[in-house]
């Protein structure tokens, strides 16, 4: 294993044992609940939007280490942001994993664009099966995105 795959390792673990913004939001929010049934993870998300920002988020599930990790580490990434970058943070998640999301690749330097520590994820791609893991908050996130945007 490489010093990176390790460095990526550790981030992952450290994610899934110490879950950030874990909990359930009280006051106005939109929900939207997830599931991955080849994995049997399951996930949950609390969003607060003031003026089209995400002004605070909480998650709950229970799953692999992957879909828990990636769940925790998406938290960070888009408290404080946008409903847009919110969503541009989604496609580049899914391009970092080989998904054809039908849209190009996105600047990296683009403000809002930056993956972060979500790109100790981008090994899971070379394992097919976990990928539906790692994406599962993302497309939890985007149902909630949906909700805040009606
Ligand atoms: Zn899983």
Redesign the pocket.
């Known amino acids: 294993m490489s010093s990176l795959d390790e460095l990526y390792r550790q981030v992952i673990l450290d994610h899934y044992r110490n879950p950030r913004h874990r909990g359930v939001l009280t006051g106005p929010h939109v929900h939207a609940e997830g599931l991955?049934p080849?994995?049997?993870?399951e996930f949950s998300i609390d969003l607060k939007v003031e003026d089209g920002t995400i002004a605070d988020v909480a998650i709950q599930g229970r799953?692999?280490?992957?879909?828990q990790a990636s769940g925790s580490m998406m938290t960070e990434a888009i408290v404080g942001k946008t409903l847009h970058d919110a969503r541009l943070l989604t496609t580049n998640f899914k391009l970092m994993m080989g998904i054809d999301v039908g849209a190009d690749p996105l600047d990296p330097e683009r403000p809002g664009a930056v993956l972060g520590d979500l790109e100790a994820l981008q090994g899971v791609r070379k394992f097919p099966v976990?990928i539906?893991?790692?994406t599962?908050p993302w497309t939890t996130l985007a149902d909630a995105l949906d909700q805040a945007e009606t």
Not at 38 to 41: A, K, L, P, R, T
Not at 63 to 67: H, L, R, V, Y
Request: net charge positive.
């Open positions: 991955n080849s994995c049997g993870d799953g692999c280490s992957i879909s976990r539906k893991c790692a599962l």
